[in-house]
Nanobody, 113 residues
Framework: QLQAFGGGLVQTGGSLRLSCAASGSILRFNAMGWYRQAPGTERELVARITSDGSTNYRDSVKGRFTISRDNAQNTVYLQINSLKPEDTAVYYC?????????WGQGTLVTVSS
């Protein structure tokens, strides 16, 4: 089970930190990450981190978003800085074990201009 926290309403240029807490060790996941979905759009990958710590980001968030993991806390974080109105979306926590995928509930991020 994955639980996402940390969304909210911020002004353009602001920051938030999203947390995804797993029930149990996150070491069992091959990868974890964050997707987002804005109204009327498809869900898209934002950032992903593998079990060995490798990360990848979608181009539009590079340099502004940072994904990290705390294995002791069984939590993955997404630090989001320099927020833009186009970052407004529901952010979903995601994980994968081999081919099985798991989703947490979304947390809404709203960026006001």
């Amino acid at each position: 089970q994955l639980q996402a926290f940390g969304g909210g309403l911020v002004q353009t240029g602001g920051s938030l930190r999203l947390s995804c807490a797993a029930s149990g060790s996150i070491l069992r996941f091959n990868a974890m990450g964050w997707y987002r979905q804005a109204p009327g759009t498809e869900r898209e990958l934002v950032a992903r981190i593998t079990s060995d710590g490798s990360t990848n980001y979608r181009d539009s968030v590079k340099g502004r978003f940072t994904i990290s993991r705390d294995n002791a806390q069984n939590t993955v974080y997404l630090q989001i800085n320099s927020l833009k109105p186009e970052d407004t979306a529901v952010y979903y926590c995601w994980s994968r074990v081999i081919v099985a995928q798991y989703w947490g509930q979304g947390t809404l991020v709203t960026v006001s201009s």
